[in-house]
Structures are given as structure tokens and as C-alpha cells.
């Protein structure tokens, strides 16, 4: 399975980005789908989660501003950013459980992992 990801850039305070997420080789039809991210000096946090059955979850600081999907025809995996705020200023990754659950936002539950796209706002 692969995983690459794209669309991170440098932008102002209050203005929008939307990250996508390119997956490849994957052959289970279960499974959970999340965006992480780790900003400068700070551990990796969990973002958004989406699992196969369609469960979203997020986490408290993105709520309201933040929106995950996906599109199964394109194999990709979205997260569109509104409202941006200095403290969103991280690398994002995008990670895939193989499993019929999503359960949170635990590192060790994802088996795969891109190699990140860096936002930063100003």
C-alpha cells in the first residue's frame, strides 16, 4: 500500500487549503482512514479519522473547520482546511488502518504512512 500525499502550501491566517491523499495497492475492503499531523517541537496528533462503514470523527481543535472525505472511484483521500490558524502550521500525513474499525487516533492502530505535505500559516 501506498500512500502519497499533496496540496500543503504557505497561506494566511483565515484562508483555505485542501490536502489529498493518493492510495494505491491496497486490497482489503476494511478499513480506517485518518489524517494526522505533527507541527514544529510538538508530537504527531491524530486530525480526522473516516472508516469504510463511513464513521467520521474529529478532533476537538479542527472541528467546524476541518472536513475529510474521500472518493472510492479515485482512490483518494481529502482533507479540506478552512479557517486556518497559526497553530495548524504542521506536517500532515495521511495513514490507513487495515481493519473493520476505526479506533482513534493511536499510531500503532495504522499500518501505512505518507511521507507528508507541510502547511504553514502566517
Known amino acids: 500500500v501506498q500512500l502519497v500525499e499533496s496540496g500543503g502550501g504557505s497561506v494566511q491566517a483565515g484562508q483555505s487549503l485542501r490536502l489529498s491523499c493518493a492510495v494505491s495497492?491496497?486490497?482489503?475492503?476494511?478499513?480506517?482512514m485518518a489524517w494526522f499531523r505533527q507541527g514544529p517541537g510538538k508530537r504527531r496528533e491524530g486530525v480526522a479519522t473516516?472508516?469504510?462503514?463511513?464513521?467520521?470523527d474529529y478532533a476537538n481543535s479542527v472541528k467546524g473547520r476541518f472536513t475529510i472525505t474521500q472518493d472510492n472511484a479515485k482512490n483518494a483521500l481529502y482533507l479540506q482546511m478552512n479557517s486556518l490558524k497559526p497553530g495548524d502550521t504542521a506536517m500532515y500525513y495521511c495513514?490507513?488502518?487495515?481493519?473493520?474499525?476505526?479506533?482513534?487516533?493511536?499510531?500503532?492502530?495504522?499500518?501505512?504512512w505518507g511521507l507528508g505535505t507541510q502547511v504553514t500559516v502566517s
Open positions: 473516516l472508516g469504510n462503514d463511513g464513521s467520521i
Open positions: 495497492g491496497y486490497t482489503n475492503s476494511y478499513y480506517c
Open positions: 495513514a490507513r488502518r487495515d481493519g473493520p474499525y476505526c479506533l482513534g487516533y493511536s499510531e500503532a492502530e495504522y499500518h501505512y
